[in-house]
């Protein structure tokens, strides 16, 4: 099942029909007991709706912050290497990629995180700035993976790689973290097979393409999200993005303009202009 944060409210799909969800914000949604027992619910009981194709979609998001995991892939772990090699900060990523411990960090507050169709930002003062197409998981406030979604961890090469502690800058500005276009609602994990794409449309033209699969995760998405529960709490539950597989070339700069398309398996694609 497919949950929708619209401007009419909440929607939950199945089967290529949309039913309405009545009764709930956002936020109590994600921090009911049995999410997808409430949407199956929904489904089972209520009538198609009629003005589905009429609402907006928004970002899937009410109070739940974002967090993302780093290094997860043995492709960032080379990009990020080499991106930083004249700063001396190439070790850096080798080691967090083969330690216990992953790396995470916060990428962007709710107020701020871009749904489909938005516009996502890059940098003024960035010359090398790529969008991070990432599984990104949907957790709630008992720390449990509830569902997923696509994510653009927009990064800003340039600033990461001159030094690792300008990480917070490279990630976390305005327009740098898009979500949606829905959270696929499912108590089963993802299967490995589970395909991410990413093309890159410029001037009508495909400039850049590339697809992983979780396969290539390192990391448990539920270990990811047991250590950022660790030692904190998310009332409203939380987003944590696993993390980049896919990573253009490093001639590839993103321009004013640009469109991306991140589709993940089951989910769907998540399509937002550079603005
Ligand atoms: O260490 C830098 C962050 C890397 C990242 O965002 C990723 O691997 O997706
Ligand atoms: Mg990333």
Redesign the pocket.
């Known amino acids: 099942m497919r949950l929708y944060r619209t401007t009419l409210g909440p929607y939950v799909e199945q089967g290529g029909l949309a039913y309405r969800v009545t009764g709930h914000s956002w936020d109590e949604l994600v921090t009911s007991e049995d999410l997808h027992g409430l949407l199956a619910g929904v489904v089972d009981q209520a009538e198609p709706a009629k003005d589905f194709e009429s609402s907006q979609i928004l970002a899937p998001v009410e109070s739940q912050d974002v967090w993302?995991?780093?290094?997860?892939?043995y492709r960032?772990?080379s990009?990020?290497m080499e991106e930083s090699k004249d700063a001396g900060g190439g070790s850096?990523?080798d080691r967090?990629y083969a330690a216990e411990r992953p790396?995470l960090?916060f990428k962007s507050p709710a107020r701020d995180v871009v749904g489909h169709l938005g516009a996502v930002r890059i940098r003024r003062d960035a010359s090398w700035s790529v969008p991070?197409p990432?599984l990104t998981l949907l957790i709630n406030h008992q720390g449990r993976i509830i569902g997923y979604t696509a994510g653009n961890?927009m990064?800003s090469r340039d600033i990461?790689g001159e030094n690792?502690l300008y990480?917070p800058q490279?990630?976390v500005y305005e327009g740098s973290c898009a979500l949606g276009p829905c959270v696929l609602v499912d108590t089963a994990p993802l299967s490995t097979s589970t395909a991410i794409h990413v093309k890159i449309h410029r001037d009508g033209l495909v400039e850049f393409s590339g697809t992983t699969t979780l396969a290539e995760l390192k990391r448990e998405p539920a270990v990811l999200a047991s250590y950022l529960f660790r030692e904190n709490k998310f009332p409203a539950g939380c987003f944590l993005?696993?993390?980049?597989g896919i990573v253009p070339p490093d001639s590839f700069a993103l321009r004013f303009g640009d469109e991306i398309h991140i589709t993940i398996d089951t989910i769907g694609t998540l399509v937002n202009r550079v603005g």
């Open positions: 993302a995991a780093g290094v997860t892939y960032s772990r990009a990020r850096f990523y967090v790396e960090f991070e990432e961890d990064s990461e690792p990480l490279a990630k993005m696993t993390g980049t």
